[in-house]
């Protein structure tokens, strides 16, 4: 904020990229232009500004001309901002003073057979740049330190798994379970397949392995009470049952591998009324205790209560290769029992195909039935069972007598992992099992910084797939755990006390538990925890929430100096619309920058401003782009489900909707507002958008809210009440 | 009073005849404006007029503010909403934040009058916020003062607990931002102390027919405008309430963008 009072020495440095930029853009007009803006006290052209010559020429500058703002206008920040912001710091400038400018993405590789306009919107751009350094301010980033320890609840396989690959890396691992034997699901399960090796044994040994290990603390008949804090300093509270006395420990990072049940289908096939009714973890049980009764007929059904039309809507991934290893295990006890499968679909993806071809040569049967006429299970008078069922490929109903009846249940979520959900503020998917932030990029990790999910915790999962995740775990976990500090960018949400409201709308805008009302509403930021995407303060009503770095004055700036241009006033004969387009610095920019590596040309009309999610943009902005006198705005985001901030894409979407009612008072075509999404790899899909919006405000035509020639200001349309 | 805290003095002789303490009026400035809820704050029989307190959060809030003495709004419905249960129970706390002192004022004031040995609590955000001191001062037996940045009287609400463990509570009466009414209500429950909370969400009509400020109470989804404002605050789902008061930012933002720079409603 002081850096208002010192006075503004901007830099701009405008390159070439050999002929990348200079074939189709006229860099010297576009320094000579930028030498005319406010605050500019010097400006150059450069053949290559990344190349040594050109950073030793911005750090010369810097100390010449005393620069305090420096502008690079070249390539995308994606690649190559933070090579410039070093460059700064090493001539003794902070690195949130520099600002860049894209002019070879955004324009030279997207206009490449239109170099007037592309010089043009070159300008544009670099005036956008200089209005927004102006507002820059210098910033510090903050180290946080990272207690080496971890806490993992769950100790089945993946919890077991997770807690020896951290505690053999030496750091010091809790290892929490609710019941009072380690192991979880596999001290119940029977024999596991390729190798037929007992589970309780596999488990056994993990267990005692872990036990040995004097970097693990167990916790067993434990619960976890309560955590509060962040990465790095987490203070979790244990409640061991039989113990008066909570247990307090503080970690840096916190892995939840608690598993998931075997849904029991009481009131389906029988089930719980006729005792040759059971579960496949049942008869796992019944054959590891070796008290099954010698059957002579199996029948097998699957997908009971999962894959359905609502609720447990899932496939639960295990069953069917569950189905096979149980039913060649009979096989293998002994060859004359009769075994059939009735199924919807086999699902043995990868090499668990060859299970399916072992079954089907060993004489197992499979029936396919359909939906719509799901198989139906009778108890007969002498206790025996009839299952009927309507043979898809037969065309016709099949009675088959037997005497048991497995079926095949999904894995569903626990009731404890429920309440540990509220205590970590981490979320469940629809499915209620644990959702993680991204299903690409951050498979095991949740919005908040520090805590990671693996296992079935996560969703249905054999224990090839549990134990990688269980290692992704341990691996993430280590990450700031052997960095033992991290730094936090200074790109993080601040109120403005003064005219803070205490409405904590930011508290519950925020999805990473970053704001925490203070008890007479006062928000309290928890910088560790804020990732800053600026939805709080968009949301703000106040204007007090702020996201550093991008807060509104600085965003406002740009927008306000694409359109003061004195060239902005009405069209005379061509109407050449100005767009102004904000991206997020995730996909949608991505988007734009591929579009210009691929040369994917479309209209020179549009202005990419970048923000750091969608979500950022608020009303303000969108308005006073059109006060402004845009012909049309657009905003852009990842693709609905793939935002970096869980959801800002989304808040995005739902204020254009509700812009688009409310601009139409304002004398604004609601037709002007737009949003679209893209991912990193649809530039194709980015140059679409555009091409198509460009054409829309074609149509439309000039905003009516563009200054009039003459130097007229606008006047709003006020008889539309 | 305050900054953005503005107290106001309605004549409306019929509310005035007929308020009692914890209820509340429904009001619109303008025939383009919306209906906004606000606790009574005080009435006076003999004069005809109450008194509402009121913090600038939005376009109505801050047109209200914008009025002068003399002046006068569209239509003001009241009073709503049930009269807060006042008996002598003994000891009561009066604990109230922000803006909604004011009201609580009025509660605590009635506490006192039926014999109780009343405590009030007045907090607020910052030293600056802190509202009627000196009007709490002179009612209540006792008075504290609390502020969440600690410039003023205790940090935060922890001393509460210490509060209600040295003294015999008999009941507790708490008026303010829900996350506050939330801190109260769990300190208490572990004392089991009797905590009536006053909830005023988002509301329309407030006379029971919209549904907008239902509230659930116990599991049991509640009006706070015929049911209320008084509730049970250790049955409150207090998340679920904070998250429904959100639901409107955008267009409240955009009403008040377009009110304050067009000229429109």
Known sequence: ?721 | MAPHINLFEFSAKEVAAKTKPGQFVVLRIDEDGERIPLTIADANAEKGTISLACHEVGKTTTQLGKLKEGDSILDLLGPLGNPARIEKFGTVICIGGGVMVAPLHFQAKAFREAGNYVIGIVGATTKDHLIFLDEMGRTCNELCVATDDGTKGYKGLDFLTDLIAKRKVDRVVAEGPIVMMKAVSDITRQNGIPTLVNLIPIMVDGMGMCGACRVTVGGKVLFACVDGLEFDGHQVDFDELLSRLKMYTDQEKLAYVFWEKGGRN
């Not at chain 1, 892995?255 to 006729?274: L, S």
């Not at chain 1, 009735?342 to 043995?348: E, H, K, L």
């Not at chain 1, 688009?660 to 999404?677: Q, T």
């Open chain 1, 1 to 721: 904020m002081e850096a208002d009072k010192e006075e503004l020495r901007i830099g701009v440095f405008v390159c070439r990229c050999g002929f990348n930029i200079g074939r189709v853009v006229d860099v010297p007009a576009v320094a000579e232009y930028a030498k005319t803006l406010p605050h500019v006290v010097f400006a150059e052209e450069g053949l290559y500004t990344c190349s040594s010559a050109g950073l030793d020429s911005i750090k010369k500058q810097i100390e010449k001309f005393k620069l305090n703002r420096v502008i690079v206008a070249s390539c995308t920040p994606a690649t190559h901002e933070s090579l410039f912001q070093k460059t700064c710091e090493e001539a003794g400038l902070n690195k949130y003073v520099f600002e860049m400018a894209n002019i070879r993405e955004h324009c030279s590789w997207v206009h490449m057979h239109l170099p007037e306009e592309a010089t043009e919107k070159a300008k544009d751009l670099i005036r956008m740049a200089v209005a927004r350094a102006g507002h820059l301010e210098p910033q510090t980033e903050t180290e946080l330190n990272i207690n080496p320890s971890t806490l993992v609840i769950g100790g089945g396989i993946a919890g077991i798994t997770a807690a020896m690959s951290l505690a053999r890396q030496g750091f010091q691992v809790h290892l929490v379970d609710k019941e009072a034997q380690l192991g979880g699901m596999l001290n119940r399960l029977y024999k596991l397949q390729p190798t037929e090796r007992e589970a309780s044994e596999v488990i056994r040994e993990l267990v005692i392995a872990a036990r040995a290990n004097n970097n693990i603390h167990l916790h067993t008949s434990t619960f976890v009470h309560e955590v509060s804090g962040f990465i790095g300093n987490f203070n979790v509270t244990l409640q061991t049952n039989n113990s008066n006395q909570p247990e307090r420990i503080n970690v840096g990072t916190i892995i939840v591998a608690t598993g998931a049940e075997e849904f029991k289908p009481v009131g389906m096939y029988g089930y719980k009324e006729n005792q040759n009714v059971i579960t496949q973890l049942e008869f796992e049980q019944l054959l590891q205790n070796g008290e099954l009764k010698k059957p002579k007929k199996v029948v097998t059904i699957q997908c009971v209560g999962a894959r359905e039309k609502t609720g447990r809507t899932y496939c639960s991934r295990i069953c069917c290769q569950v189905a096979l290893n149980n039913a060649l295990l009979l096989k293998k006890l002994d060859p004359n029992i009769d075994v059939t499968i009735i199924f919807r679909d086999i699902q043995t993806y990868g090499e668990n195909e060859r299970f399916y071809k072992d079954a089907r040569e060993n004489s197992i049967n499979f029936i396919r039935y359909d939906l719509n006429r799901p198989p139906k299970v009778t108890s007969r008078p002498d206790g025996s069972l009839a299952v009927t069922v309507y043979d898809i490929y037969l065309g016709a109903e099949v009675e088959l007598e037997s005497d048991l009846v497995v079926l095949s249940t999904p894995l569903v979520q626990n009731e404890d992992a429920r309440k540990l959900s509220a205590i970590l503020k981490v979320p469940l998917g629809t499915d209620g099992f644990f959702f993680e932030v991204h299903p690409k990029l951050r498979p095991v990790d949740f919005a908040s910084e520090g805590i990671y999910v693996c296992g079935t915790a996560h969703g249905p999962k054999n224990i090839v797939e549990s134990l990688a995740q269980a290692y992704a775990t341990a691996s993430k976990a280590s990450i700031p755990m052997a960095a033992e500090k991290i730094k936090a960018g200074a790109v993080k949400a601040s109120v403005n006390q003064e005219i803070c409201v205490n409405c904590d709308a930011c508290v519950v805008s925020c999805v990473f538990n970053a704001i925490e009302a203070s008890p007479f509403g006062l928000p309290k930021i928890i910088e560790a925890n804020c990732k800053g995407c600026g939805v709080c303060a968009s949301e703000c009503p106040m204007g007090a929430m702020q996201l550093i770095h991008f807060k509104d004055d600085q965003i406002i700036a740009a927008i306000e100096a694409l359109f003061n241009s004195e060239k902005r006033t009405e069209p005379d004969e061509s109407f050449k619309p100005v767009i102004l387009c904000f991206a997020c610095q995730w996909c949608s920019y991505a988007a734009a920058d591929l579009a210009g590596v691929s040369r994917i040309q479309y209209p020179p009309n549009v202005r990419v401003l970048r923000v750091p999610c969608s979500g950022r943009v608020d009303v303000l902005h969108v308005l006073k782009a059109f006060q402004s006198g845009a012909d049309g705005v657009i905003i852009t985001g990842c693709l609905i489900g793939d935002c970096h901030y869980v959801d800002g894409n989304v808040k995005a979407k739902d204020r254009v909707d509700l812009m688009k009612k409310s601009l139409g008072f304002l004398g604004i075509d609601p037709k002007r507002l737009e949003i679209g999404f893209a991912s990193s790899s649809e530039g194709r899909k980015f140059a679409t958008m555009m091409t198509d919006f460009v054409k829309e405000i074609e149509k439309l035509g000039p905003s009516p809210s563009r200054p009039k020639r003459g130097g007229e200001k606008f006047v709003q349309d006020n008889n539309k009440t």
